[in-house]
C-alpha cells in the first residue's frame, strides 16, 4: 500500500504536467528532431504517426504520447513504451540520441519511460537546462548517476526507477535545491545515503526500495514538506530514520533497523501508512500506534516486538490493514481489531497471545525468545529495578540526602507556583500553540507549475499572531472594525503596525479541544496560498486556563478591498461594469482557485459551494475565492449543515460521488452571471437562461449577442463569446460525470481570452500586469465568507 501511496502521487504529478499550450507553427529545426528522435527509437508503436508533415504541437495528447510547445518550441515531450517489446539497435548508441535530444533546449518535461533505451547516461543532458521534471523510468540505464544531473538546478522531479544504476548517490544532491520528487525505487546502488539529502527542504517524495543502499539514514527532520519515504528492502539501519511528524507514508521493510520505535512517532498525526515488517526492530510494541489519529495501514511483522496486549486497547476506526505476525506479543487480542473484521484486515499469527489459534506459541517461548535478545519480561524488570533501588538505599545514603533535599527544594517552587496560578485570569492566550508554518503550497507530493509556484508571491509567510497584536489592529475589536457574521464566525477588519490591513475571522469553539486537535487543520490551511485565493496570513489560538481547551480561533487573512465581482457585473456602481476582456480575465482567474483547491494539495477541497458573492477582486481587478470548505469550518462550526438543511438524501449521495463536479456546475452559474450581467436568484432562472445559451450555440452571431449583457456586447468578439456559453452550457450538463474537467474549462477561457485580444473592436486596452492585459498561453500551465 505504501508504493499505492507513492505511485498515486506520481500520477497526479503527471496529470498536472500535461497542460496543454497552443502554437502556431514549430521550428522546423525541432520538428526534424522529433522524426530523428523517431529513428533512434525504432519507430516505436506509439510514434506511428509522425511524419514530414506532422502538426507535433497540435496533435491530441495521448496516454502513450504528448508533445506540448510554446512560441514554436517544444516545452514537454512524454513518449511511453513498452519495455519488453520496444527493442532498440545494436548500434544504438546513448550518446549520439542525448545529443540529439539536446536540440530541444527548452524543454521542461521529458518523460521517456519503458523504451528499451541502454547505456549510461551522459553528462551533456545538463545542457537540458531548462528541464523541471526528468522521467527515464523503466529502461536500462546503468553506470552511476551523472554528475551533470546536478547542474540541473531547476530540476523539480527526477524519476530513474526501474533501471540498472548502480554506484554510490552523488554527494553533491543538495544542489538540486526544488526537487520534490525523487524516486530511485528498483535500481543497484549501494553506498551510504549522503548528508545532502536532509537539505532537500522541498522535497516531498524519498523513494528509494529495492536497491543496496546501507548504514543509517540521514538526518530528514528538517525536510518539513516530506509525506513519503520508501526505503523497502535495502540494508539500512540500526536507528530509526529521523524524520519529520508530517509525514504520511513511512516504509522501512526489510532493512537492518534494530532499536524500537522512538517516542517521537506518537506526534506523528498525520501518518497513513507504517511498514517496519521484515526487520530486527526489539523491545515493547508501542500500542499508541493502533489508534493514532490518520493511520489506516500498520505492518509490525517479522520482528522481535514483545509485550501484553489488552483486549481494551483502543484503535482508529479507519484502520484497513494490521499485521502484527511473528513477533513475541502476549497477553489478548484487542476486541477493536476483531471487530468491523469485513472491512479489515487482521493478522497476528506466531504470537503467544491468549487465543484458541493454533499458530500461537506458549507464553514460555516469547519469554525465552524475549531474554535470547536482552529483552526482560515485566515482572523481571520489576525485580531487577527493586535490586537496584535497595543498592541504593543501603550504599547511597549521602546521596539519598542530596536527593531529598532537593526535592524538597522542587515541591515548594510547585506549590508557590500553584499559588500564583490560581491568581490568573481565567483565559490565557495560548501564543506559542505553533511556531509558524513556513512549509510550501501542495504538500500533496505532486508536481508544482511555475504559475502556481508563483500564486502566492507577495504575501508574507504564514505565522501565529498574538492577541495583543489583533486587539491592537481592531482597536480591541470595536464595533468600527466589525464586517458582518455569519454561521462561520465574526468577521473584523484589520490594520496591522505596517500598516497592512487584514481581515481576522474569530471562531468560537462549540466544543473543548486542545491545541493539538487542530494542528493538522491549521497546517493545511497554512497551506492555501494561491494568487487567486483570499489566502490565510495566520492564526491565533485563546485558550481556558483551567484544561488549556481552545474557546476561540482568529484566522487572519488578507484583505481584499474592492468589492464582489457581482457587484461589479449585476450591480448599478458609481463606476464603469467590467468589459469583456475583464470578465474572462475574472472567470479565468476563479478557475485557477478552483483548480489549486482541487488538485494543488492532497487531499483536495471540494464540493466548495461557490458563488458570485464569494469572488472578490482587489484593487488590480485580480478575481480571488474566499468562500472555501476549510475542514476546520466544516468539523467545529457546523458550515456542512449551513449548506445542506434543505438538500435531498440523493443530492447529498451525488455530491459525495462527484465532489469536485458540484463546484464545476457553481462555477456555470458564475459564469453564467458573467455572460448575461444578470442578478439570477433562483435555480429557474438558471435553468431558463442555460436553455436560451444552448440555443444561441448553432445560431448567428447577431443571437448570440442579444443573450449576452448589454453593456458589453458591442466589445466582445463573436469566437470568444461562443467559446464562453459553450463552456458554460457544459458545466451546467444535469449529469456531474458529464461536466468538464477544471483544466478543459481552463484551457477554454484562455483560448476565448487570446480570440478577444486578438480582435481589435473592443474600445478598452489596460497596461500590462494587469488582468485586462493580453492573455498569452502559460509556458507551463479564501472566500472568506462575508456573509
Not at 560 to 589: C, E, F, H, M, Y
Not at 592 to 610: D, E, M
Request: glycine share 6%; net charge neutral; proline share 4%.
Amino acid at each position: 500500500m505504501g508504493k499505492e501511496v507513492g505511485h498515486a502521487a506520481l500520477v497526479l504529478f503527471f496529470a498536472l504536467s500535461v497542460l496543454v499550450g497552443h502554437s502556431e507553427k514549430l521550428q522546423s529545426s525541432q520538428a526534424q528532431t522529433l522524426l530523428r528522435i523517431q529513428q533512434f527509437l525504432n519507430f516505436p508503436v506509439s510514434l506511428n504517426g509522425w511524419k514530414n508533415d506532422t502538426d507535433f504541437c497540435n496533435s491530441e495528447p495521448r496516454s502513450t504520447l504528448t508533445v506540448v510547445c510554446y512560441e514554436e518550441s517544444i516545452t514537454q515531450l512524454h513518449i511511453i513504451g513498452e519495455k519488453e517489446t520496444n527493442k532498440l539497435s545494436k548500434n544504438f548508441s546513448i550518446d549520439s540520441f542525448v545529443t540529439t535530444l539536446v536540440k530541444l533546449p527548452n524543454l521542461k518535461v521529458l518523460r521517456l519511460v519503458s523504451l528499451g533505451l541502454w547505456g549510461a547516461l551522459p553528462d551533456k543532458l545538463s545542457r537540458l537546462s531548462s528541464l523541471e521534471i526528468l522521467d527515464i523510468s523503466s529502461n536500462f540505464f546503468y553506470g552511476t548517476i551523472p554528475r551533470g544531473i546536478l547542474s540541473l538546478t531547476g530540476l523539480q522531479a527526477l524519476i530513474l526507477d526501474g533501471n540498472m544504476f548502480n554506484g554510490r548517490f552523488p554527494d553533491e544532491l543538495g544542489s538540486l535545491s526544488v526537487l520534490t520528487v525523487l524516486s530511485m525505487r528498483n535500481n543497484s546502488c549501494s553506498g551510504s545515503l549522503p548528508d545532502s539529502l536532509g537539505s532537500l527542504e522541498n522535497l516531498r517524495i524519498l523513494a528509494l526500495s529495492n536497491n543496496n543502499f546501507s548504514g543509517e539514514v540521514p538526518d530528514l527532520r528538517k525536510l518539513e514538506n516530506l509525506q513519503v519515504l520508501d526505503l523497502e528492502n535495502n540494508s539500512l539501519g540500526p536507528q530509526f530514520p529521523p524524520v519529520n511528524k508530517k509525514i504520511v507514508s513511512l516504509v522501512l521493510r526489510k532493512n537492518k533497523f534494530t532499536y524500537g520505535i522512538p517516542d517521537e512517532v506518537k506526534s506523528f498525526y498525520q501518518l497513513d501508512h507504517l511498514d517496519v515488517s521484515s526487520n530486527k526492530f526489539v523491545g515493547p510494541f508501542p500500542s499508541y500506534l493502533l489508534s493514532m489519529p490518520s493511520i489506516t495501514y500498520l505492518d509490525i511483522s517479522a520482528n522481535r516486538f514483545t509485550g501484553m496486549l489488552f483486549e481494551d486497547v483502543s484503535c482508529n476506526t479507519e484502520l484497513k490493514f494490521v499485521n502484527l505476525s511473528a513477533n513475541l506479543l502476549t497477553g489478548r487480542v484487542p476486541s477493536c481489531l476483531l471487530s468491523n473484521s469485513r472491512n479489515r484486515i487482521f493478522q497476528y499469527a506466531a504470537n503467544c497471545l491468549a487465543t484458541k489459534d493454533v499458530t500461537q506459541q506458549p507464553n514460555s517461548y516469547c519469554q525465552n525468545q524475549a531474554l535470547a535478545v536482552g529483552i526482560l519480561p515485566h515482572h523481571r524488570r520489576q525485580k531487577e529495578a527493586s535490586k537496584i533501588i535497595l543498592a541504593l538505599s543501603i550504599s547511597g545514603s549521602t546521596i539519598g540526602a542530596v536527593l531529598l533535599l532537593a526535592l524538597a527544594f522542587v515541591l515548594a517552587r510547585k506549590f508557590l507556583a500553584k499559588n500564583e496560578a490560581q491568581k490568573l485570569p481565567v483565559r490565557i492566550i495560548e501564543e506559542n500553540a505553533s511556531t509558524g508554518y513556513t512549509s510550501k503550497i501542495l504538500s500533496d507530493a505532486r508536481y508544482i507549475t511555475q504559475a502556481m509556484k508563483l500564486g502566492a508571491i507577495g504575501l508574507p509567510a504564514y505565522r501565529t499572531f498574538s492577541l495583543e497584536e489583533l486587539e491592537e489592529a481592531t482597536n480591541n475589536f470595536d464595533t468600527s472594525s466589525f464586517i458582518g457574521e455569519g454561521s462561520c464566525g465574526q468577521m473584523y477588519r484589520g490594520q496591522m503596525t505596517d500598516g497592512t490591513y487584514v481581515a481576522i475571522r474569530c471562531l468560537k469553539m462549540k466544543r473543548r479541544h486542545s491545541t493539538q486537535d487542530f494542528l493538522h487543520h491549521i497546517e493545511l490551511i497554512s497551506k492555501l496560498r494561491h494568487q487567486h485565493l483570499v489566502s490565510a496570513l495566520g492564526h491565533c489560538f485563546e485558550c481556558y486556563l483551567d484544561d488549556s481547551s481552545v474557546s476561540r480561533i482568529f484566522l487572519v487573512f488578507e484583505y481584499v478591498p474592492n468589492g464582489t465581482l457581482r457587484s461589479w457585473i449585476s450591480d448599478r456602481r458609481a463606476g464603469s461594469k467590467l468589459n469583456w476582456t475583464q470578465r474572462i480575465a475574472a472567470a479565468i482567474g476563479v478557475a485557477k482557485g478552483i483548480q489549486f483547491l482541487h488538485t494543488g494539495i492532497v487531499p483536495g477541497i471540494f464540493p466548495n459551494y461557490l458563488k458570485i458573492t464569494d469572488i472578490l477582486l482587489d484593487q488590480n481587478l485580480v478575481a480571488k475565492v474566499s468562500s472555501y470548505n476549510l475542514p476546520l469550518l466544516a468539523e467545529h462550526m457546523g458550515k456542512d449543515d449551513v449548506h445542506s438543511s434543505n438538500t435531498s438524501t440523493q443530492l447529498k449521495n451525488l455530491r459525495v460521488m462527484h465532489q469536485e463536479k458540484f463546484d464545476i456546475y457553481d462555477f456555470g452559474i458564475i459564469l453564467l452571471k458573467i455572460i448575461s450581467g444578470r442578478p439570477i436568484i433562483s435555480e429557474r432562472e438558471v435553468v431558463v437562461l442555460k436553455d436560451q445559451l444552448q440555443a444561441v450555440i448553432t445560431a448567428d452571431d447577431a443571437s448570440r449577442k442579444r443573450v449576452v449583457d448589454p453593456a458589453v456586447s458591442d466589445a466582445c468578439s463573436d469566437e470568444s463569446l461562443k467559446t464562453m456559453i459553450e463552456i458554460c452550457c457544459k458545466c451546467l450538463l444535469q449529469n456531474p460525470a458529464d461536466r468538464p474537467s477544471v483544466e478543459d474549462i481552463l484551457w477554454n477561457l484562455q483560448f476565448a481570452a487570446q480570440v478577444q485580444d486578438g480582435w481589435r473592436g473592443e474600445s478598452f486596452h489596460s497596461s500590462d500586469g494587469s488582468p485586462v492585459s493580453s492573455f498569452k498561453p502559460p509556458h507551463q500551465r479564501l472566500t472568506i465568507p462575508w456573509h
